[in-house]
């Protein structure tokens, strides 16, 4: 099944730096993602021709919708809350968070992806920025009841692909310069996982597993970070289809929409050269495609009542 069988057309022109953190929020109506490197958050509803900016002081690297409303930050350094006045609000907002917790304040390190398990505890990864990159940083879970607890797993240099299976029983990460998506099995309250197992193993010329999600279906959604590629796996690990956009560095997918049938990816430009920008001048975007009815499965939020 070749590439070209499968292309993502533009869905929001955008200039991210680092689009990551895309997800389909019911409740507003509206995708929301982070531009991690431009410290901003942003939130579209489809057919407007802008989506709502959200500047906030630091960068965050993945983020949560609670129950109460509000959204819980994976900021640079810190866990933090934002309560946002009007979910409804449009054009530019500045928004000041309130702490709550230090991440790796001894290490050369930032959070990274995340996304709440599907009893409403958010786990998140964080990744090394020091030259050169050592798998150093690791996985952590937040919750209301027991705070934030590092989770037993190998430390990474980048931590990616956080997601979980249908029933929440399974956990799926990679330390993206492996190339390997690996999953174990997974217990929320005791914050408890198996020795992980390999999932996936990219080939060279797939480029890196960066964001995924998993499907109503079970199947995994990854996008390739340098390939501008999603792909779709099986629950057994294999390859059922890849889509791609006009640009290289694709971040991370989301299913969702108002009918639920949209697939939707972030992208970068980060780390791309002048020509490749002049020859990728979509990069930053958002792209997608129409998928069968059924895939999407909503995103769990966050316990805090």
Known sequence: MSKAEHPLSLALAQAATL?????WHAGSGRWWWTDIEGACLYAWTPGESCPLQVRLPERVG??????????????????????????RATGRLTAEPETIAPLEPQLATRANDGRCD?????????????????????????????????????GVAIANSVCFSPDGRRLYYCDTPTRRIVVCDYDSA???VSEPRLFVQKAPGHGFPDGSVVDAQGHLWNAEWGAGTVARYAPDGRLVARYTAPVAHTTCPALGGPAGDQLLVTSARAGLSSAALMAQPQSGSLFGMTVEP???????LFNDA
Not at 62 to 87: E, I, N, Q, T, Y
């Open 294 to 300: 059924g895939l999407y499965k909503a995103e769990a």
């Open 190 to 192: 005791s914050a408890r």
């Open 62 to 87: 993945s983020f949560v919708h609670a129950r109460s409303g509000r959204l819980l930050l994976a900021m640079a350094k810190r866990l933090a809350w934002l309560s946002l006045p009007d979910l």
């Open 118 to 154: 599907r009893s409403g505890a958010f786990v998140f990864g964080t990744l090394h920025e020091a030259d050169p990159q050592r798998p150093v940083g690791g996985f952590y879970q937040y919750s209301l009841a027991r705070g934030l607890r590092r989770l037993p797993l190998d």
């Open 19 to 23: 689009g990551e953190g895309l997800q």
